[in-house]
């Protein structure tokens, strides 16, 4: 599904992503309609601008991550700003393209993020994994008094976790274990399971809070 509410910009990626293969189920021009057709029509990727009227692009993701965490999100913005790019990850965006990305970049990064890797311009990813290390350094909430019984994870899925916790991509991480990307997401999936956690932004916080990025 893509959402910006220039017609003419959004018709375009709308068609290029269709003559790409994909299927687009829908698009919207506003964060209202965004929010009330995505619901209907229920996409496994939402290409999201953030200027948007009616309701901005951050509370959009944060509404439709939150209500389906299993969607992924591509921003797709012409603000390259850290602030934007941070508070559009912590609304549960899997990914940040700025516009002047190419047609071709686009593809693979919507490609990227159905497969569940996270996708950023150049530049920017090293500065979400510096603001993950900074929120694991802050205290985290409490969780109701039974912290004790940690969840059990596998030999594999904490190498996974560690993996992850560095920045790498599945696709790096599937490299570096001789596995398939498939079988790294299986990982991930089963790893945000046990933790009940919702995403990969939580999944980093909780590896980084507990050494492994370092180990």
Sequence with gaps: MVVDDHPMWRDAVARDLAEAGFDVVATAGDGEQAVRRAAAAAPDVLVLDLNLPVKPGVQVCKELVGARPELRVLVLSASGEHADVLEAVKSG????????????????????????????????????????????????????????????????ETEVLRLVAKGLSYKQIAERLVISHRTVQNHVQNTLGKLQLHNRVELVRYAIERGLDDA
């Design 93 to 156: 965006a899997t990914g940040y393209l700025l516009k002047s990305a190419s047609t071709e970049e686009l593809i693979d990064a919507v490609r990227r993020t159905a497969a569940g890797d996270p996708v950023f311009t150049p530049g920017l990813a090293g500065l979400v994994l510096g603001e993950y290390r900074r929120l694991a350094s802050e205290p985290a909430p409490a969780a109701g008094g039974d912290e004790p019984k940690a969840p059990q994870l596998t030999d594999r």
